[in-house]
């Protein structure tokens, strides 16, 4: 079955300006959760969609939103966009119904911002 | 909060075996996830962990697990240059892992 799906692979945007990423799951999962991944952060978490409603959210202005749609496709938007924004964006995609749900990852967004 | 934590950075010769480690913080975590992360690419789950097991293998991969430390190990033998890449440690006590910050593997000839 295809995988996680995430578009575009590359953008640069310049400052202020603003972005939506796009994240297509897996066949039948409900669950996306998006992350910001940096050399000096690491992995952190955004916040995850299950059903079209936001179920977690992680610690990020409100710069940073999301929704998900009808067929569990996601959306991720940036605004005002700062220079510490550039990172690399993952999605993951789960049945989102137990804990133990395999998380599967996207091959990311990389955004740089000018 | 919660937190992982790795080192950043692990260096070892081609054929040798390779033992990442991390800790975490959270006592509820129910499972403990080992991911691989290739250049440009996202994550691979590796393999997993339930808290109520002290080890798993596959293949070459032996995963640790003590939980009174709670500390985490990943075991990688017989090392190969294909196996070069990130690791990411995850804990996962809700719907939503904590990931450590990665351990880079290096393999050299």
């Known amino acids: 079955k295809a995988g996680v799906t995430q578009t575009p692979r590359y953008l640069i945007k310049t400052r202020g300006q603003q972005v939506t990423l796009s994240c297509s799951p897996i066949s039948g999962h409900r669950s996306v959760s998006w992350y910001q991944q940096t050399p000096g952060q690491g992995l952190q978490f955004l916040f995850e969609?299950?059903?079209?409603?936001?179920?977690n959210k992680g610690n990020f202005p409100g710069r940073f939103s999301g929704r998900q749609f009808s067929n569990s496709r996601s959306e991720m938007n940036v605004s005002t966009l700062e220079l510490g924004d550039s990172a690399l964006y993952l999605c993951?995609?789960?049945?989102?119904?137990?804990?133990?749900?395999?998380?599967?990852f996207g091959q990311g967004t990389r955004l740089t911002v000018v | 909060g919660e937190d992982v934590e790795q080192s950043l950075f692990l260096s070892v010769r081609e054929g040798d075996s390779s033992v990442i480690n991390c800790t975490y913080t959270d006592s509820s975590s129910t499972y403990l996830y080992w991911y691989k992360q290739e250049p440009g690419a996202g994550l691979q789950l590796l393999t997993y962990i339930f808290s109520n097991m002290d080890m798993k293998q596959d293949q070459r991969l032996t995963v640790l697990l003590n939980k009174k430390d709670k500390h985490l190990s990943l075991r990688i033998a017989d090392t190969q240059t294909g196996d070069s890449a990130i690791y990411f440690c995850a804990e996962r006590g809700s719907y939503i892992p904590t990931f450590g910050r990665g351990t880079s593997l290096i393999v050299h000839p």
């Open positions: 993951a995609s789960s049945l989102g119904t137990t804990g133990r749900d395999e998380a599967f």
């Open positions: 969609y299950f059903s079209e409603t936001q179920r």
